[in-house]
Nanobody
Framework: QVQLVESGGGLVQAGDSLRLSCATS????????MGWFRQAPGKEREFVAA????????KYADSVKGRFTISRDNAKNTVYLQMNSLKPEDTAVYYC??????????????WGQGTQVTVSS
C-alpha cells in the first residue's frame, strides 16, 4: 500500500520560510517523479512544483518561481518543498503526490492527506 505523509506546515508571517516534507512508503520512491499541489479555501487544487525521479529536472508554477524549491532525498524516500518569502496568498492545504512514471507530465496516482500552511499579513 502506497502512503504519502506530509509534514512541516504551520502558521507563519509574511516573509517567513517553511519547509514541507513528504515521506513515502509502499513503492520504490526513486523510480517516480513527485509533485506538490495546494488548495486554498473555495479554490481548485493547483500545481505548485514537480521533480523527476533523479531530481535533475524541476518545474514550478509561475506564482512560486524564485521563492519555492522542490528537492528530494531518494535515500530517505522523502520529497521537500522549501518555501521562502511566503505571502498571504500562499495560504492553502499543501499536498504531495506521486507520479506513475519517472518523468514529468504523466499525472499523479497517489496523494497525501495534506498539511495546512497559513501565512498572516
Amino acid at each position: 500500500q502506497v502512503q504519502l505523509v506530509e509534514s512541516g506546515g504551520g502558521l507563519v508571517q509574511a516573509g517567513d520560510s517553511l519547509r514541507l516534507s513528504c515521506a513515502t512508503s509502499g513503492r520504490t520512491f526513486s523510480n517516480y517523479a513527485m509533485g506538490w499541489f495546494r488548495q486554498a479555501p473555495g479554490k481548485e487544487r493547483e500545481f505548485v512544483a514537480a521533480i523527476t525521479w533523479s531530481g535533475a529536472v524541476t518545474k514550478y508554477a509561475d506564482s512560486v518561481k524564485g521563492r519555492f524549491t522542490i528537492s528530494r532525498d531518494n535515500a530517505k524516500n522523502t520529497v521537500y518543498l522549501q518555501m521562502n518569502s511566503l505571502k498571504p496568498e500562499d495560504t492553502a492545504v499543501y499536498y504531495c503526490a506521486s507520479s506513475p512514471g519517472g518523468g514529468l507530465g504523466r499525472g499523479y496516482d497517489y496523494w497525501g492527506q495534506g498539511t495546512q500552511v497559513t501565512v498572516s499579513s
